[in-house]
Nanobody
Framework: QVQLVESGGGLVQAGGSLRLSCVAS????????MGWYRQAPGKQRELVAT???????NYADSVKGRFTISRDNAKNTVYLQMNSLKPEDTAVYYC??????????????WGQGTQVTVSS
């Protein structure tokens, strides 16, 4: 069984910064894609940023230049550094990962989410 646990969310003023972390634990052989998605009230979940196992990154246009995704593969951890936050960044942020388990089964996993609230 694999679990993703996010941390680092909170309340911040517009223009501020937060750093989210997501740790994958369990019977893990390797992790391919890891990424961050978000869902605001009344809206669909959307991609924020992703990183392949080789380190290739992809960002939503709305966060380019403000957010940075990074990984520590040795720790099975992905980070999201969020700078110049805007009220429209307010959402629940979810970690996502494609994981090969120790029994060589491939599955996609979601974390439980962490709330980010940006006040104006």
């Amino acid at each position: 069984q694999v679990q993703l646990v996010e941390s680092g969310g909170g309340l911040v003023q517009a223009g501020g910064s937060l750093r989210l972390s997501c740790v994958a634990s369990g019977s893990i052989s390797s992790i391919n894609h890891m990424g961050w998605y978000r869902q605001a009230p009344g809206k669909q979940r959307e991609l924020v940023a992703t990183s392949t196992g080789a380190g290739r990154t992809n960002y939503a246009d709305s966060v380019k230049g403000r957010f940075t995704i990074s990984r520590d593969n040795a720790k099975n951890t992905v980070y999201l550094q969020m700078n110049s936050l805007k009220p429209e960044d307010t959402a629940v942020y979810y970690c996502n990962a494609d994981v090969w388990s120790s029994s060589l089964r491939f599955n996609n996993y979601w974390g439980q989410g962490t709330q980010v609230t940006v006040s104006s």
